[in-house]
Structures are given as structure tokens and as C-alpha cells.
């Protein structure tokens, strides 16, 4: 887990266990005694692509530090039902606390690393890359796209600042494509900032317009049948990079890859999946 990571995740936390905590767990306060010591075992009851795990230890120590937590099974490990991940163990008030944070983070980042994953597998033999989009939960870009880069993805973008990417408004605000790439190109030397443009195309003669303006990095062809997607990619002819996009499924992914491109952007990696089923049960010691 790298510095910028875990810079966010403490932050991240630090507001998570604050929101659901409010002036107390009156619940577990009520019930139980106080320093009475206990173990969870997060207990895996899907089949998928487990992701979260370096996150859940990031809570567990920021709720409660001497609390242990012994791991069995990595991120990125494919896990089946009666798999058991890892287990806490300490003052049993925390490992409560910290129980419905784990499990929302990891549930959801494994549902992202599995479905990734299934894309993924499905381009094995092909030099194209699956890479997510800004299509996130609000204040969880940071953990999701880390999820798909466990599940064996590419991130692309993180957000508005890491590259300029003119998308059909912009081209349709500005002017057109040629307009669009002149004041892009313009501000980028004025910027004196190293940031790729890639710019969406819809057609064929906003690829020619790209091709005879230049000075792109990437090319998104969005919304391309495969087979148009191979005869723009015989057009650009490794000039620049390429980039399919828009409503690409399971079923039609492989196409997309045969056809050449360099990379299919999916949203649903992060937009639409199915949380993996994940419990942690309790026992005193």
C-alpha cells in the first residue's frame, strides 16, 4: 500500500468510525463487560476475489491498537465458501466497533476485485488492458480503484487533475475537435506540466480530424462496434494509443480485444457490482 494511500485511508477512518459511532456504541456498551476479551474470524461466504484485507488492518489498528489480527489469506487470493480470512482478537467493545466498517469496505472491494477479475480473465491471450472510470461512490475512488488494480485491472484516470481527457461536451463546448485539441495542446505548454490529452471520438470523421490534427496521446473510440473498432485501430496504426469504451459487457469484451485496441475502459467495474458475502463471528475467550 503506497504513501498516498494510506495517507487517504487514515483520514477515511478517522470519518467512518466518527459517523457511525456518534457519543457512543450504547449497544455493545450495555451488553457487554467492560475489558472482556474475545476473537472474530472474518469467515468467507461467497466465491470470488478477496481485496481489503490491508485496509480492514488499517481500521482494526486505528480503532484499537492492541487489538491483533492474524491473516490467513492475502488480497487478491480467490476465496470460496468456509474460507477463513483472518482473525481479531483483543478487547471485545472494538472488535465490535470495528466489525461493520471491515465488512462494508471489504464486501464492496471484493465485489469490485471479483468482477475485475472476471474481465480480466476473459482477455487472457490479448495485449489489452480493462481499466476502470470516475464512475465511483463519492469520497471512495481511492479504495475502489485500488480494488480493481487487486483484481488484476488498470486504473486509468484518478480524477480531474492526472490527465485531459476532452469527452463529446467538451468537444461540443469548445467547438469542435479541432478546437478542442488546439486549446488543450496550448494549455498544456503553458501549464509546463507532463499530462497526456486523450480525446473521445464518435465516428470516423472525428477520427480523421484527430489523426490529422495530432498531437494526442490517447484515442477513445466510444461506442464503436468491434468491427469498427479494428478498422480505427488499422487507421491510427500504433501512432497513438487506443482506448474502446461505452456499454462493453461480458459478452463482448473479447471482441473488442481481438480487434486490437490498447484498452477498454468499463464502468460497471465500479458502478454496478455485487458485494461479496463476508461475516465476522464472534467468540469470548
Known amino acids: 500500500m503506497d504513501k498516498e494511500i494510506k495517507e487517504y485511508l487514515a483520514q477515511f477512518v478517522q470519518q467512518a468510525v466518527a459517523e457511525d459511532l456518534g457519543d457512543g456504541d450504547h449497544t455493545s456498551l450495555s451488553t457487554i463487560e467492560k475489558g472482556a476479551q474475545g476473537e472474530a474470524k472474518l469467515i468467507v ?36 465458501v468456509g474460507d477463513i480470512a483472518f482473525y481479531i482478537r483483543g478487547d471485545v467493545q472494538s472488535i465490535l466497533l470495528a466489525e461493520r466498517l471491515v465488512l462494508n469496505v471489504m464486501q464492496r472491494m471484493s465485489g469490485i476485485a471479483t468482477t475485475t477479475r472476471k474481465y480480466v480473465d476473459l482477455l487472457v491471450g490479448t495485449h489489452t488492458a480493462v481499466l476502470d472510470t470516475r464512475k465511483t461512490t463519492p469520497l471512495l ?13 488498470t486504473n486509468h484516470r484518478f480524477g ?19 478546437e478542442a485539441l488546439k486549446r488543450a495542446n496550448d494549455y498544456r505548454r503553458k501549464l509546463n506540466k507532463s499530462i497526456e490529452i486523450e480525446i473521445e471520438v464518435r465516428n470516423f470523421a472525428e477520427l480523421d480530424e484527430v489523426l490529422n ?19 480505427a485501430v488499422q487507421l491510427i496504426d500504433h501512432r ?41 463471528k464472534a467468540k469470548l475467550i
Do not use: W
Not at 475512488?141 to 485491472?153: M, N, Q, T, W, Y
Not at 490534427?213 to 478498422?231: S, Y
Open 240 to 280: 497513438f494509443k487506443t482506448e474502446a469504451s461505452g456499454g462493453i459487457t461480458f459478452e463482448t469484451i473479447r471482441s473488442y480485444a481481438e480487434a486490437g485496441v490498447d484498452y477498454i475502459s468499463v464502468g460497471a467495474l465500479t458502478h454496478s457490482v455485487k458485494s461479496l458475502d463476508l461475516s465476522l
Open 45 to 80: 461466504k461467497d466465491e470470488g476475489i478477496l481485496a481489503g484485507v490491508e485496509v480492514a488492518q488499517s481500521i482494526i489498528d486505528y480503532i484499537d491498537n492492541t487489538l491483533t489480527c492474524e491473516v490467513f489469506i492475502q488480497d487478491g487470493s480467490q476465496v470460496k
Open 141 to 153: 475512488r481511492v479504495l475502489e480503484k485500488e480494488a480493481v488494480r487487486i483484481g488484476g485491472g
Open 213 to 231: 490534427f495530432g498531437e494526442v496521446d490517447r484515442i477513445m473510440l466510444d461506442n464503436f462496434t468491434p468491427q469498427d473498432v479494428a478498422k
Open 160 to 178: 480531474l487533475f492526472d490527465m485531459i481527457l476532452i469527452k463529446d461536451n467538451h468537444v461540443d463546448y469548445s467547438g469542435g475537435i479541432t
